[in-house]
């Protein structure tokens, strides 16, 4: 059995986590002995609990076992290449030479290098820009469904505005997809996304049910059921909401849309830490706040966009207080990254054996942007498994 995206399901249903280790409790004992089980999560959502909880279950040396997905390899980047039919060499040698290996290191980023490079357009240089690049390919895709046949479609900078307010309102609402059927739990309409301006700062743009069905043709989202949709990729949906949080609402209220407590206890929400960490990047007052509050989560920034006097300091904190064995493997993966967005270490000596350290139990992991990869390693375990990524 595979369980994949547990920390999107976490996002609407909060105890899932403890549901499914309920479920799992209450099975007879020879049911459990002939499951397995792989759960897909990404690193830094992992539940300790869980993992508790299984291991309580399978309490044997190797029956549950922790894995994480590596980064694309210079191999795997160069083979791609040669698929798209460019000049895998060439290709290999520029995204080195521009610092791009981070981005070349996961599928959803690496795409954009690859049709970028296709165009005869310039290679992205962030994180961002991949994104952006994606994006706006995507808003010129259309699935052919017959509203878009029919119709003018709308500008693509226009379309992109659309699919930010979307993008936000599915993120910091209880929906998980969209609809243009009949109103369920669990599914935003798009009648209540339309009206004469997208909400923000300055409305502007109308977000009529025109721009709103082009959308739904677009590559942007893909359909999951009869007349549903969600974004093809959730760090799509992450990268857009994050725009329209910069760009569209007042730093007082992104403020109570991401963080939750007080004093010692303030933390973002970790459904939004996503989207938090890529506002920070432009946004001097968060960065400062995730930095006294919640420094590892902007280990999932943009890493590559901040200054080296940044980057130093996103580092130290993770290098002068404990660690939860799930962020250590995003401190490795920053570790390893190109010159360009290198997370180093303060000067103080760090021990061979503490978790992200290059020798440590951090491993690696190609968490920082949300991509799980659809590509599983080889099972040959009988027992349970979870995977993170």
């Not at 119709?151 to 379309?159: M, N």
């Not at 000596?349 to 350290?357: A, I, L, Q």
């Amino acid at each position: 059995m595979l369980l994949d995206g547990l920390d999107e399901g976490m996002n609407d249903l909060p105890r899932l986590d403890k549901i499914l280790l309920h479920q799992i409790r209450v099975m007879e004992p020879w049911q459990r002995q002939g499951l397995r089980l792989r759960i897909a999560c990404r690193t830094s959502r992992w539940p300790d609990a869980l993992e508790e909880g299984l291991r309580a279950l399978w309490p044997q040396t190797g029956q549950v076992a922790l894995m994480t997905l590596t980064a694309l390899t210079r191999d795997d980047v160069h083979s791609a290449a040669e698929q798209r039919g460019l000049d895998a060499t060439v290709f290999t040698e520029q995204v080195t030479g521009r610092s791009a290996e981070a981005l070349a290191q996961q599928p959803v980023t690496l795409n954009p290098l690859l049709e970028a490079q296709a165009r005869g357009e310039k290679l992205p240089e962030t994180v961002a820009e991949a994104y952006d690049q994606a994006c706006r390919t995507l808003c010129t895709e259309t699935w052919q469904q017959g509203f878009a046949q029919r119709q003018e479609q709308p500008a693509v900078d226009h379309l992109l505005e659309v699919a930010r307010w979307a993008a936000a309102a599915l993120q910091f609402s209880r929906a998980q997809v969209l609809t243009d059927g009949e109103a369920v739990h669990g599914a935003l309409h798009l009648d209540s996304l339309m009206g004469s301006g997208i909400p923000g700062l300055i409305p502007e743009l109308d977000c009529r049910r025109r721009e709103l069905m082009h959308l739904t043709e677009s590559g942007l989202l893909t359909p999951v059921g009869r007349r549903r949709w969600v974004f093809a990729h959730h760090s799509y949906q992450e990268h857009l909401a994050a725009q329209y949080l910069r760009s569209c609402i007042a730093p007082a209220v992104r403020a109570e849309l991401l963080w939750a407590g007080n004093g010692p206890a303030r933390h973002v929400l970790p459904e939004h830490e996503e989207v938090a960490a890529r506002v920070a990047v432009s946004d001097p007052d968060l960065f400062e706040e995730l930095l006294d509050h919640a420094p590892l989560v902007l280990l999932l920034a943009d890493l590559p966009a901040l200054s080296a006097g940044h980057r130093q300091r996103v580092a130290k904190p993770c290098w002068t207080q404990p660690l939860r064995r799930a962020q250590g493997a995003s401190i490795s993966l920053t570790r390893r990254r190109d010159a360009a967005g290198s997370v180093h270490p303060p000067p103080e000596p760090v021990r061979d054996n503490e978790p992200g350290s290059p020798g440590g139990s951090g491993g690696s992991s190609t968490r920082c942007h949300g991509g799980l990869l659809r590509t599983l390693p080889p099972y040959r375990s009988p027992h349970p498994v979870r995977r993170s990524a």
